[in-house]
């Protein structure tokens, strides 16, 4: 059964800082990896998507990356606003189960 | 593109009703939609799996008489939840796949809907 952990659970930065999330899972058949945001009360926002031959992906300030073999994924965020903060969520689609699998989420605060 | 709607947005209703969450795929078609659900302060859990024209697949522990899925149409999915208890009180997001798509390719979210029964 894949299991997806993402840490640290909650995190809170000054604006302008540099911050990595982590998210581990433990069963690397995977077909791919993305990486949400979610605001309070809110859906879920694609950031972005990493396939399972891809290292990383980058869109404007956020980069991914995703070690297959080892069940890691990284989301960096460059120079954080107050507007980043929300929960972050990354969830691994496995084909065995033929779903979705997702994180536990950090809940990241920027402040000013 | 690929935008997903849900209504309603939120619902209160009382304990025994039943209550209808619509999904929609607005600017593409959809075979495979799925519904979700998230308690406070918690992830997404996969409930079940909403295959046009023909029966959902459930996740263990979710009870398939109690959460009722219809997806008729290849744009349209609906999840009822059948004599809503307090229990049930959650936030419900579906999720829609675009036809021709392979498992490897994206799902797109709908906003959810907020069930809170009383």
């Known amino acids: 059964k894949q299991e997806v952990t993402q840490i640290p659970a909650a995190l809170s930065v000054p604006e302008g800082e540099n911050l990595v999330l982590n998210c581990s899972f433990t069963?690397?058949?995977?077909?791919?990896l993305q990486w949400f945001r979610q605001d309070p009360g809110k859906g879920l926002t694609s950031l972005l998507l990493?396939?399972?031959?891809?290292r990383e992906q980058t869109s404007g300030r956020l980069n991914a990356s995703l070690d297959k073999s080892s069940g890691r994924s990284t989301l960096y965020i460059a120079a954080s606003q107050p507007g980043d903060s929300a929960t972050y969520l990354c969830?691994?689609?496995?084909?065995?189960?033929?779903?979705?699998?997702f994180g536990t989420g950090t809940q990241l605060k920027v402040e000013l | 593109g690929a935008v997903v709607s849900q209504h309603p947005s939120w619902v209160i209703c009382k304990s025994g009703t039943s209550v209808k969450i619509e999904c929609r795929s607005l600017?593409?078609?959809?075979?495979?939609m799925f519904w979700y659900r998230q308690f406070p302060k918690q992830s997404l859990m996969l409930m079940a799996t909403?295959?046009?024209?023909?029966?959902?697949?459930?996740e263990q522990g979710v009870e398939k008489d109690k959460f009722l899925i219809n997806h008729a149409s290849l744009t349209l999915s609906t999840l009822t939840v059948t004599s809503a208890h307090p229990e049930d009180s959650s936030f419900y997001i579906c999720?829609?796949?675009?036809?021709?798509?392979?498992?490897?390719?994206?799902?797109?979210f709908g906003p959810g809907t907020r069930l809170t029964v009383l």
């Open positions: 969830a691994v689609f496995t084909g065995g189960g033929n779903k979705l699998t």
């Open positions: 999720s829609a796949r675009p036809v021709g798509t392979g498992s490897y390719n994206e799902q797109f």
């Open positions: 909403s295959n046009e024209g023909s029966k959902a697949t459930y």
């Open positions: 990493i396939q399972s031959s891809q």
């Open positions: 069963d690397s058949a995977i077909y791919n």
């Open positions: 600017d593409f078609q959809a075979t495979t």
